[in-house]
């Protein structure tokens, strides 16, 4: 089945970019995502990338996507204190979504 | 526009007792509906999802069942429960139409003591 692995922590300096890496083992996965967890909430849908795209961008946030190596990454630019989250990358196949650990994500001001 | 409604936000029941979790969408018709926990510290797990009225797929064996009465309703349930089943568990849903997209509730954070 679908495997999807992040890395456990990162903490970055406010105004600096974060870079939040994300491997999976589905190649026929149709989209990828990435969704933030505030403490005690549910997660909201950050962005998301088609799996025929290599990039894409969205104000702050910048998705590459690397089909050969099956590696997701989502930069933040000018990382706030606001952005201090659990972020969540997710795989899509055939009505399922499989979730990875999530990374915790500490902005220092 | 669409919204999902989860209820309670928080629970704590003695081991052994029975467990309902409702989880309701508005403004969507014949959505798929997912159930699952976010053990502490930990990622989320899929536990079950839903394509249709009484159609259930279950990911994990456990102590926990779903179903789903109504096509915007999904229920959680359980007849005694474990210490093992506390946790945060969300409910989510998609559009069939636009099929890309998994939005979450705000979750139930369940304490089995």
């Known amino acids: 089945g679908e495997d999807v692995e992040q890395s456990l922590f990162l903490s970055v300096r406010e105004g600096d970019s974060s870079v939040i890496n994300c491997t999976y083992t589905?190649?026929?996965?149709?989209?990828l995502y990435w969704y933030k967890q505030e403490p005690g909430a549910g997660l909201q849908l950050l962005t998301y990338?088609?799996?025929?795209?290599d990039m894409k961008q969205d104000q702050r946030l910048t998705v590459l996507l690397n089909k050969k190596d099956k590696h997701l990454s989502l930069r933040i630019a000018d990382t706030q204190t606001g952005d201090s989250a659990i972020y969540f990358c997710a795989a899509e196949r055939t009505y399922k979504y499989i979730f990875g650990t999530g990374t915790r994500l500490k902005v220092l001001a | 526009s669409q919204t999902i409604h989860q209820w309670p936000a928080t629970l704590v029941q003695p081991v052994g007792s029975p467990l309902s979790l409702e989880c309701t969408v508005e403004g969507t018709s014949n959505p798929n509906l997912y159930w699952y926990r976010q053990a502490a510290g930990r990622g989320l797990q899929l536990l079950f999802y839903s394509v249709g009225i009484g159609q259930i797929s279950s990911e994990v064996p456990q102590n926990l069942s779903a179903s789903r009465p109504q096509d915007r309703q999904f229920i959680l349930s359980s007849k005694k429960l474990l210490l093992s089943d506390s946790g945060f568990y969300l409910c989510a849903w998609r559009d069939r139409g636009t099929n890309e997209k998994l939005f979450f509730g705000s979750g139930t954070q369940l304490s089995v003591l």
């Open positions: 990338i088609f799996s025929n795209m």
């Open positions: 589905d190649s026929s996965s149709t989209y």
